[in-house]
């Protein structure tokens, strides 16, 4: 069974700071992909940032720049550091396993709630 547990999430003002964290288990963790995807309301599900088992990450072009991603397998723990948040970076942030870079190796946390207030 594969599990991925977020946690991390909360209410933080404009221009203030966040790290999420994904840990995951029942899998093998290092040679997979890992990616952070958020959902606002009423908009579709975006992937905001990937991390490759190489460490190489990948960002969108909105958060570039203010958000990090970075992963422990020794922990089996994915992290996304969000600095200098805006309001619209509200948003249900979601862990990902595997990214479905191989196929059905693609799995989803519950998501954990991130809220900037202005």
């Known amino acids: 069974q594969v599990q991925l547990v977020e946690s991390g999430g909360g209410l933080v003002q404009s221009g203030g700071s966040l790290r999420l964290s994904c840990r995951v288990s029942g899998t093998i963790f290092n040679i997979y992909a890992m990616g952070w995807h958020r959902q606002a309301p009423g908009k579709q599900r975006e992937l905001v940032a990937s991390i490759a088992p190489d460490d190489t990450p990948y960002y969108a072009d909105s958060v570039k720049g203010r958000f990090t991603i970075s992963r422990d397998n020794t922990k089996n723990t994915v992290f996304l550091q969000l600095n200098s948040l805006k309001t619209e970076d509200t948003a249900v942030y979601y862990c990902?396993?595997?990214?479905?870079?191989?196929?059905?190796?693609?799995?989803w946390g519950q998501g954990t709630q991130v809220t900037v207030s202005s």
């Open positions: 990902n396993y595997g990214l479905g870079i191989i196929p059905d190796r693609n799995y």
